[in-house]
């Protein structure tokens, strides 16, 4: 059975910083893309950033371009966004995605085959 975990400190003020982790486990972790996701209270889940299974190609939305970074570690089946200079607008409930296409970092949510349970963060200013 496939499971992703999505953990992190979930409370952080404007202008600060934050890294979430998402463990995977029954799946082979190097075989899959990962993606992170998040959706805001009223809005649809919107695409975060991608990574290809050797961490080798990242792909970011425009809106967290420069701020955020996504990397992951095969030896423990993890990957991370690292989050810096957050802002209101970065709030939601934050989904890592696995997608069995290796080497594809993809923007589209369709196209991921496994899903985490979601993780709050929330940005006060």
């Known amino acids: 059975q496939v499971q992703l975990v999505e953990s992190g400190v979930g409370l952080v003020q404007a202008g600060g910083s934050l890294r979430l982790s998402c463990a995977a486990s029954?799946?082979?972790?190097?075989?899959?893309?990962m993606g992170w996701f998040r959706q805001a209270p009223g809005k649809e889940r919107e695409f975060v950033a991608a990574i290809s299974w050797n961490g080798v190609t990242t792909y970011y939305a425009n809106s967290v371009k420069g701020r955020f970074s996504i990397s992951r570690d095969n030896a423990k089946n993890t990957v991370f966004l690292q989050m810096y200079s957050l802002k209101g607008e970065d709030a939601g409930v934050y989904y890592c995605?696995?997608?069995?296409?290796?080497?594809?970092?993809?923007?589209?949510?369709?196209?991921?085959?496994?899903w985490g349970q979601g993780t709050q963060v929330t940005v006060s200013s």
């Open positions: 029954g799946l082979t972790f190097s075989s899959f893309a």
């Open positions: 995605a696995a997608d069995r296409d290796r080497a594809r970092v993809a923007g589209m949510a369709s196209v991921y085959n496994y």
